[in-house]
């Protein structure tokens, strides 16, 4: 339970890396606020993980996080049904197009608008809660493509570019308000978003990764319950890679 007592807004939380750390916070005694815009794979889960609780510990609401009042939604329902708010996860992404040339200006600010600029307003609308909380801690999903180019994915890794450089600087910046801020930067791991990846691309993948395969969402989650919990009362402003050894090579 090293999570018990907590409460914590989870975004892209439907399915994929975010369902995975929404069950592992719930085991690990946290109460939810799960985001996400696929309302029916949100609500599927939390009746899920309530069911299995005996209670009603996760909350679903649709909210997109490019919008800065639905964040302010998610705050106040927090707050409202819980009593507080002690974490964040800001994990909603999309991959977007391909190359340089490829990028087209809708597809560039859509990415940069889920993934850079929604981790940026879910730390705005927070930050005021974790103060009345009495401090808190941000954990956002970064990549290993923040550290490393791929050749194929320019706005992705300009995106998660961006959100190492936001979770260094918001750690730094809050530091002394008793809120830390740190990411997580998975490898490959087998989510929807994955699932048709071209057989030629996964294989590289594989092969350029020590460990020889691909990670299962529940293999990144425990990143996520660590940075979140007190254990990590010392941890700010780090980038913890979960990538099976791809950036070591
Ligand atoms: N799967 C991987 O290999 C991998 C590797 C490194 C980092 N990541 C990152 O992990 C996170 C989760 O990845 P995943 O593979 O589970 O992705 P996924 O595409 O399977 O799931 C992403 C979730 O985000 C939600 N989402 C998208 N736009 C949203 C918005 N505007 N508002 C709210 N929710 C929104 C989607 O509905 C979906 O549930 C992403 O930030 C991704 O970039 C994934």
Known sequence: MRLKNKVAIVTGAAHGIGAAIVRAFAREGAKLVVGDILDDEGNALVAAINKEAGAEIALYMRF?????????????????????????????????????????EESWNRTMDVDLKGTWLGMKACMPAFRRAGGGAVVNTCSNYALVASGRATVYHSAKGGVL????????????????????????????????LPADWAKTLIDQTPLGRIAQPDEIAPAYVFLASDEASFVTGTSLVVDGGYTSI
């Open 64 to 104: 997109d996080v490019t919008q800065a009042a639905h964040w302010d939604k998610a705050v106040a329902l927090a707050e409202s049904r819980f009593g507080k708010l002690d974490l964040l996860v800001n994990n909603a992404g999309v991959p977007g197009r391909p190359g340089v040339e490829d990028t087209t």
């Open 165 to 196: 450089s936001l979770t260094r600087a918001a750690a730094v910046e809050y530091a002394r308000q008793k809120i830390r801020v740190n990411a997580v930067l998975p490898g490959v791991v087998a989510t929807p978003r994955n699932a048709s």
